[in-house]
């Protein structure tokens, strides 16, 4: 679904306040979750969104105009997986509820392509329970491909060298990953 649940998102939020990037890139924001929660805390950061489905930009009100009315500075609809790696270099990347779209093989290499690109830090949230979901409101894009577990997820970060602070709800994990 393209919203995402509220556990986790207060740890995500002192993670940011610690960090305060000034560049971000949201990979999969759906409804602009993430954008809506951290963007009041830091002005002037440069907010980047790479959306899959084309119909969520003007539902959700994504794209920025003149008048500072929406969320994203740029949009790019595009698979993140074919898009240009400089999307990938910011101070934070978010894959918040995103990479269970996925197949375990391309997440785990996109997750390896931004660390290469330069991504300072990488906020990652993915059900960690049983989450059965196949399209969702027309957009194919919205099946759950693989589930999540936790230590498999801690397994990954780790590989990425870096230091890795973790939560875990009773329904979503999220991982703060940094470059150090």
């Not at 440069?46 to 929406?70: C, D, H, M, Q, S």
């Not at 196949?134 to 780790?158: F, R, S, Y």
Request: with cysteine.
């Amino acid at each position: 679904m393209p919203t995402s649940d509220t556990e986790g998102k207060d740890w995500s939020l002192e993670r940011f306040k610690r960090h305060l990037p000034n560049t971000v890139t949201d990979v999969g924001p759906g409804e602009g979750t993430y954008a809506k929660l951290f963007r009041p805390v830091h002005e002037g950061v440069w907010w980047t969104a790479v959306e899959i489905f084309r119909p969520y930009v003007r539902k959700f009100g994504l794209r920025n105009t003149t008048k500072r009315t929406g969320m994203y500075d740029e949009i790019h609809v595009e698979d993140i997986r074919e898009s240009e790696d400089h999307l990938l270099y910011r101070d934070l990347v978010i894959f918040g509820d995103v990479l269970e779209h996925l197949p375990r093989e391309d997440a785990v290499a996109l997750l390896e392509r931004a660390v290469a690109a330069g991504a300072w830090n990488l906020l990652v949230s993915v059900p960690i329970v049983e989450s059965v979901q196949g399209e969702v409101d027309g957009n194919p894009h919205e099946a759950h491909l693989h589930q999540w577990d936790a230590d498999d997820m801690d397994t990954v970060l780790a590989r990425l060298g870096g230091n890795v602070e973790t939560f875990r709800g009773s329904t979503l994990g999220c991982w703060w990953w940094n470059r150090g």
